[in-house]
């Protein structure tokens, strides 16, 4: 019973490269969430996607782009990563958008130097 | 955007204690969650909240819903080692997180 599946756990990554944030869940949610934490700034969203086949962006969406593969998989990508996206990196989905609580990941750590 | 005020921002408690933390916004919600988080850890659901007033128990955990909608409150009775971390509260939708309470326990 996996939940929610975030790859890799660790990264650090040069400024200017890019990487994708992979995510999987397995409980057959059709919500699905990134979000960004920061100290002292508590989870800030940076995009969303209410079902497969649709993504909206939250709070913070600025240099990250995001793609709702499948129903299962929602992937993170930074295209050109600056040490301001140096964060903690989580993925949550939820059955519906708007009732309810999330499942969470385990994180994603990233460091950009 | 929507804004949670968390507080207080960190606590240091002895053993044993009663801890209270709340949440206040400037918005309506219609849920509150109250999420704990341990370290390296993604936050899990401890309580969630569905109608104004409403008062809920998990535990040694309460919480509750406050009448205006706009806040939240949560309580930890005799409080324990294992009780520390971070602890969000999240008003619903699309969840909007306060920025945590730490929370440090001496045993």
Redo the contacts between chains.
Sequence with gaps: NAG?TQTPKFQVLKTGQSMTLQCAQDMNHNSM?W?RQDP??????IY?SASEGTTDK??VPNGYNVSRLNKREFSLRLESAAPSQTSVY?C?SSSS???????????TRLTVV | GQQLNQSPQSMFIQEGEDVSMNCTSSSIFNTWLWYKQDPGEGPVLLIALYKAGELTSNGRLTAQFGITRKDSFLNISASIPSDVGIYFCAGQRKLVFGKGTKLTVNP
């Design positions: 929610v969430y979000y002292g700034m508590g989870l800030r969203l969303y939250g709070e989580f949550a958008g708007d009732s309810g609580g999330y499942t969470f990941g385990s994180g």
